[in-house]
Every structure is written in structure tokens, then in C-alpha cells.
């Protein structure tokens, strides 16, 4: 979890690539969009680490609902329905996941969809309003639907280290970093008093 935070460090820098710079508009650009901020990286693999934690079906369940929430969302963005606070909610799904996996919370699993789908609502927004002008559009959510699959699967695979000694702590620390990268991203929204 460590190195892929720190291999994504400077896209702390960019957090997101601005409406009409998401370069070709096509396939490219959708797979760049959601490793474009680390906001984003954070919360994708925690709903990963999450569905391992859980357990058959969330294993599998949440990091599948969500893509599909998000493109939902994607839309909503798309067509120009506002989103208050969008980039609160997404900072709110790092601080949130990342705690759920850090106390190993372990809820009905419909209440778990839930949660995952209300965060995967703000992502899907984020990607949707990003959504070139220009290009291919459908390639390009293609793109962002992809990459938030293998952010999931990276989470997945990270999980699959419970059945290890120390594998659990390793899960549950990694879930303290998404919880903390989301409380920075949290502190960066709030207005200065």
C-alpha cells in the first residue's frame, strides 16, 4: 500500500485533470482520469481491501456495484445535474472506507452496498463533468470504468493478504492511510475560518 502511495505522490500535485485537458478524449484519458488524484486512488482501492475484509459475495459484490454506481453518476455529471460538494463527498469516501477497513467493520451487506454506492455517486460525477468535448466520449468513460475495476482489484489483491500472518494488520494499516489521505483531502475542501 506504502509504494503505490508513494509511486502516486506527484499526482498529488495535479489531484485531477481539468475539464478540457483530459487530453485525446478517448480510452487513454478515461484510464488516466481516475489515477489523476490520489483522492480517487485511495478510496478505489479501499472498497477492495473492503469486499476482502468482508468476505463472499461483498468480495466481489461491492468492487462491481461501484463501477457501476459511478457510471450513474458519470451521467448525472454528463448532463449537467450539480453535485453540491462533490469534492467534499469524495474526500468523505476516503476518510469513511478507510476507517471501515481500519475497525474492520463488518455490516449487513446491504448496508455496505449502500455506502459504497452513495461514494461511488460522487466519483462517477467527478469523471462524468471531466468528460471531454471533444474525442470519444464513450471510449473515454470506457476508460474510467476500467481503471476504477483495477484500482478495486489492486484492493482485492492487497486483501488477499488476510489469509497471511500479519496480513490482516497490513489490510487494517492500510486502511488507516486511506483514512488519514482522505482527511487531507477533507481538510483541503473546508473553508479557511
Known sequence: MLSVLVSLWPLLAVAH??????????????????????DHVVAMVAVGLWGAQLGAPA????????PLVMALGGLL????VPLPQAELGIALSGVCLGLVVALKVRPPLALALVLVAVFAIFHGHSHGTALPAFGLPL?????FV???GLLHLSGILIGST????????????????VALVGAWFLMLQLPLA
Open 162 to 177: 488476510n489469509r497471511w500472518p500479519g496480513g490482516e494488520l497490513l489490510i487494517r494499516v492500510g486502511g488507516v492511510v
Open 146 to 148: 476500467v481503471a476504477t
Open 77 to 80: 455529471g454528463v448532463i449537467g
Open 17 to 38: 485533470i481539468e475539464v478540457g485537458s483530459a487530453g485525446d478524449g478517448g480510452l487513454l484519458s478515461g484510464l488516466r482520469h481516475p489515477v489523476s488524484g490520489l
Open 139 to 143: 471510449l473515454y468513460a470506457t476508460g
Open 59 to 66: 468480495i466481489w459484490l461491492l468492487p462491481i456495484s461501484f
